[in-house]
């Protein structure tokens, strides 16, 4: 499978999935075709770029509208004929027509466990909240804001004295290995979305 990975800053989502890859690139039956961004000068840009791969940018400011720049990101996509998109640390909300092309093979990662804490900032949310356990999502992307159809979720304890980012940290290492699980057997065995419901074969 070809994979269109979109990213929005240090993307260690991305060097996970580059690194299983490499590892095994026959067995793990994707490989990342090309990174898109929607700003210049992040980490993860340089991480596709070591790794040889394509990049994209369509920072929305670039477009007079946000329609625009839906369309842009979704043409800049679809020119890698990706078989699976996948959101790794991608902050922007993609619009219609990115989803008329790409929705059922567009997954996302969140930190936290789905439908609690969704949006940019949900493992400070859990902190704040007093969750005693959160977690990360991988998910198919609807029209909403991280409400589309659940794949698989990983659970992580909070601890007393955590800050956001050693919470985050702890989060990301289980996030990278769960992401790389769950892209490498929506590739290799396909998959049904059924409402709410979703099968790997
Ligand atoms: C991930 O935890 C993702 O769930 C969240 O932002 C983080 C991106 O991390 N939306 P990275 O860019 O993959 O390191």
């Given at each position: 499978s070809r994979l269109v990975v979109l990213v929005s800053g240090s993307g260690t989502n991305l060097q996970a999935l580059l690194d299983a890859i490499a590892s095994d690139p026959e067995g793990y039956g994707a490989r990342v075709v090309a990174v898109g961004a929607d700003r210049d000068g992040i980490a993860g840009l340089e991480r596709a770029e070591k790794a040889g791969i394509p990049t994209f940018v369509c920072p929305v400011?670039?477009?007079?509208t946000r329609q625009e720049w839906d369309e842009a990101l979704a043409e800049a996509t679809a020119a890698h004929e990706p078989d699976l998109v996948v959101s790794a640390g991608f902050m922007k909300i993609v619009g219609k027509e990115f989803l008329r092309r790409f929705g059922g093979r567009f997954v996302n990662t969140h930190p936290a466990l789905l439908p609690a804490f969704p949006g940019a900032h949900g493992v400070r949310d859990a902190l704040a909240y007093g969750a005693k356990v959160t977690g990360c999502t991988v998910h198919f992307v609807d029209a909403g804001v991280d409400t589309g159809p659940i794949i698989a979720q990983g659970v992580v304890e909070v601890r007393d004295g955590d800050d956001e980012a050693a919470l985050h940290e702890r989060i990301k290492e289980v996030e990278r290995r769960l992401l790389v699980d769950v892209v490498g057997r929506l590739a290799r065995h396909g998959y049904r979305i059924e409402g709410r419901k979703v099968t790997i074969q």
């Open positions: 400011k670039a477009y007079a």
